[in-house]
């Protein structure tokens, strides 16, 4: 799966799960950062949320998940 895969999956489960629109969403969850396997084996990408306390929430809580199921992305 690649960073791009990641953020698209991340959008639409925020949007299924709890409406709004894409383009919030993409821009509440902020650019994703893919780092080096070898230096981060076991979950090589984050992101930095912004925006109200209930969508960063809504974000943390789907990133927990999410980690457990892709800890490993590659860029693009």
Known sequence: MTASDL???LTATLLRQYGGSRRRWK???G???VYD?????HCNWS???SGSVAE???I???????????P???EG
């Open 47 to 49: 992101v930095a949320p």
């Open 31 to 33: 650019a994703m950062r």
């Open 72 to 74: 490993i992305v590659s």
């Open 7 to 9: 953020q698209d999956l």
């Open 56 to 58: 960063v929430a809504a």
């Open 37 to 41: 396997p070898a230096t981060h084996p």
């Open 60 to 70: 943390e809580a789907l990133l927990d998940r999410v980690r457990g199921e892709h």
């Open 27 to 29: 821009t509440v969850l």
